[in-house]
C-alpha cells in the first residue's frame, strides 16, 4: 500500500448540498467540510449513501470528492466508490485516486445480491488495482445481501483492504469481525450511529457517522472517551445524542440529516428525486432535540466560564 491511514475516530458521512435549480452546491459543500474539520473529526466521507450518490453522474461524483480534498487542511477523504457493477466500482474507485483521495469505502453490490464468493472477487478486484486503503461496507438493509464474517476475514488478509464498516444492526457479528481481525491491521467502524459505542466496546475503531454531520464535537468527545476506556463519559454523552440518533432515521436516510442541516444553517435540505423532503409530521420532533442539544451546549459553555 502506497500510504496507510488511521482508522480510529469519527468519520462524518457528509451531504452533497443542492441548489434550487438541483445542481451541486460546491460553495455549501466546502463550507461544511471546513466546518467539520475545524470542529475536530478524524476524516471526512463524501459521496456515499449520505452523499446521495445514487443520484450524482460519474463526472458530479468526482467533482464532490475534488471540492472536499481542496476544502480541507489536514483531514483525510475518503471516498465513496462503491457499485453493484465491478467495472463501474473499479472505475469511481481509480478517478476518486487520481483526484486526490486517502481512502475508499465500497459498498457492498445491491440489488443483483452476489453470493458470498462474488463478494470476494468483486472487493479483490478493486483491492488489487487501486492502491490505496479500502474500507468494506456492509449495510444489507440497503443491499438484500449480508457480508459474512467469513468473507470479512479473508478480506482483511488483502493488504490493501484496510477496514469494515458494520451497518448490519448485528452487535453479535460485529464483534466476531473485531475478533477475528484482531490480529491484523484492520479497523471495524461502526455505520449506525445508535451503535457506535456498543461497537467500539467490542473491538470497533470508532465510526462513519451521520450524526456527526449535526454534533461533530459530541460525537468526537463519545468516540475519545471510549477509545480512552473512559465508558461513563462515553455512555453520559451516548444518552444526550440518543433523541438525534433515533430522529435521523425516521425516515430514509439521508431525508433526515438534511433537514437538520437545514434547521442549524448548515445547508439546505433539498434532496435529488426519488428522495424527498421529511415529511412535516417529523419536523417538529427534529428541531425540539436540536434545541434541547443547543440548550445543553449553552449551559456548559456558561458552566465552564464561570470558573
Not at 108 to 137: C, F, M, W
Not at 188 to 212: H, R
Not at 245 to 253: A, I, P, Q, W
Amino acid at each position: 500500500m502506497s500510504s496507510t491511514l488511521d482508522l480510529s475516530g469519527v468519520f462524518p458521512a457528509m451531504c452533497t448540498p443542492f441548489d434550487d435549480a438541483d445542481r451541486i452546491d460546491f460553495e455549501t459543500l466546502r463550507t461544511d467540510a471546513q466546518r467539520l474539520e475545524a470542529a475536530g473529526v478524524d476524516g471526512l466521507v463524501p459521496v456515499g449513501s449520505t452523499g446521495e450518490s445514487a443520484t450524482l453522474t460519474h463526472d458530479e461524483h468526482v467533482q464532490v470528492v475534488e471540492a472536499v480534498i481542496e476544502a480541507v487542511d489536514d483531514v483525510p477523504v475518503i471516498a465513496g466508490t462503491g457499485s453493484n457493477n465491478t467495472r463501474e466500482a473499479l472505475e469511481l474507485s481509480e478517478r476518486a485516486a487520481d483526484a486526490g483521495a486517502d481512502g475508499l469505502l465500497l459498498i457492498s453490490p445491491y440489488y443483483n445480491k452476489p453470493e458470498q464468493r462474488g463478494l470476494l472477487e468483486h472487493y479483490r478486484t478493486v483491492a488489487d488495482a487501486v492502491d490505496l486503503p479500502q474500507i468494506v461496507y456492509n449495510v444489507p438493509s440497503r443491499t438484500g445481501r449480508n457480508i459474512e464474517p467469513d468473507t470479512v476475514v479473508e478480506l482483511a488478509s488483502h493488504d490493501t483492504i484496510a477496514g469494515f464498516k458494520a451497518a448490519s444492526g448485528d452487535l453479535g457479528q460485529i464483534g466476531e469481525i473485531a475478533e477475528r481481525t484482531a490480529d491484523e491491521t484492520f479497523a471495524v467502524l461502526s455505520g449506525d450511529d445508535a451503535l457506535t459505542l456498543p461497537t467500539i466496546s467490542v473491538g470497533g475503531t470508532g465510526t462513519i457517522s451521520v450524526a456527526a454531520n449535526i454534533e461533530p464535537e459530541r460525537t468526537c468527545a463519545m468516540v475519545g472517551a471510549a477509545l480512552d476506556g473512559d465508558y461513563a463519559r462515553a455512555r453520559a454523552i451516548h444518552h444526550e445524542l440518543g433523541p438525534l440518533f433515533r430522529e435521523l432515521f425516521v425516515e430514509t436516510n439521508p431525508i433526515p440529516v438534511k433537514e437538520a442541516m437545514r434547521i442549524r444553517g448548515y445547508g439546505p435540505a433539498r434532496m435529488r428525486s426519488p428522495l424527498t423532503r421529511l415529511a412535516a409530521e417529523y419536523r417538529e420532533n427534529l428541531e425540539a432535540v436540536l434545541a434541547d442539544l443547543e440548550r445543553d451546549s449553552a449551559a456548559v459553555a456558561d458552566a465552564e466560564g464561570e470558573r
